[in-house]
């Protein structure tokens, strides 16, 4: 397994490494992230870890860049700041977790760890189908954009990731617990509003403008994305 550490503290990057190494991974080392989408573009590399505060271009955009070149590999932010909205912008612009400094070695091995085995059953269970459909509502796959009546609506990686999880269980109750398992992994915040703030814009993108609103709340229980409430 091959993995790229995009840090400028070179004291930092050589402990990542150094740790990472003594698991049996293969670990690549950048100052910069333009030097990083470089390396990305030669090697195959199964998971990124990045801070967000870089000399020139900052983890944010770099990790923007990944997604938009169409890059599915697993994404780990690491930074200094830990307030909801700035987790928030790194999980938007397609980070996949989210550790905040200091931490200990043993978590970040830990979230890895998630992360491979979670990229690995997505590739094992991978539907052939493009995409799905419910109701007036289309999951292309492929480009991973949503289209309800014909209207193209453009989601963020987690939005589209959220959509996709309850596309997949219509007319079903999700609790908390069941959608942070399977769009956040089993390492969120549990005290955390995320989930209830990514619904908002769900329903902001999805049901602005329609008669009928398909992703609905229960209080205290859960969502449903339904079209018979």
Not at 4 to 24: F, M, T, W
Not at 61 to 87: N, V, Y
Not at 123 to 138: F, K, M, P, R
Request: hydrophobic share 40%; net charge negative.
């Amino acid at each position: 397994m091959k993995m790229l550490i995009v840090e400028d503290n070179s004291r930092v990057s050589a402990l990542l490494k150094r740790g990472l190494e003594s698991q049996g991974y293969q670990v690549y080392i950048s100052e910069e992230a333009e030097e990083g989408l470089i390396l990305l573009e030669k090697i195959d590399f199964d998971l990124i870890i990045t801070d967000i505060m870089l000399t020139g271009m900052d983890g944010i955009t770099f990790c923007k860049k990944i997604r938009h070149s169409g890059k599915k590999i697993p994404i780990i932010m690491l930074t200094a700041l830990g307030t909801i909205d700035e987790k928030i912008e790194g999980f938007d612009a397609g980070a996949d977790d989210y550790l905040v400094k200091p931490f200990e070695i043993r978590e970040l091995y830990a979230r890895v760890k998630a992360l491979l085995q979670r990229k690995s059953d997505t590739v094992s269970t991978a539907d052939e189908s493009a995409q799905i459909v419910y109701g007036n509502l289309v999951m292309d796959k492929r480009t991973k954009v949503i289209y309800r009546e014909g209207l193209a609506i453009n989601l963020t990686p987690k939005e589209f990731n959220l959509l996709h999880f309850m596309m997949q269980n219509p007319e079903r109750l999700l609790t908390r617990d069941e959608i942070a398992d399977n769009v956040w992994g089993n390492n969120f915040d549990t005290g955390t509003n995320y989930i209830d703030v990514y619904i908002a814009y769900l329903r902001k993108k999805i049901d602005k403008g329609f008669e009928q609103k398909l992703i609905h709340t229960k209080v205290g229980m859960g969502f449903i994305l339904s079209s018979k409430i």
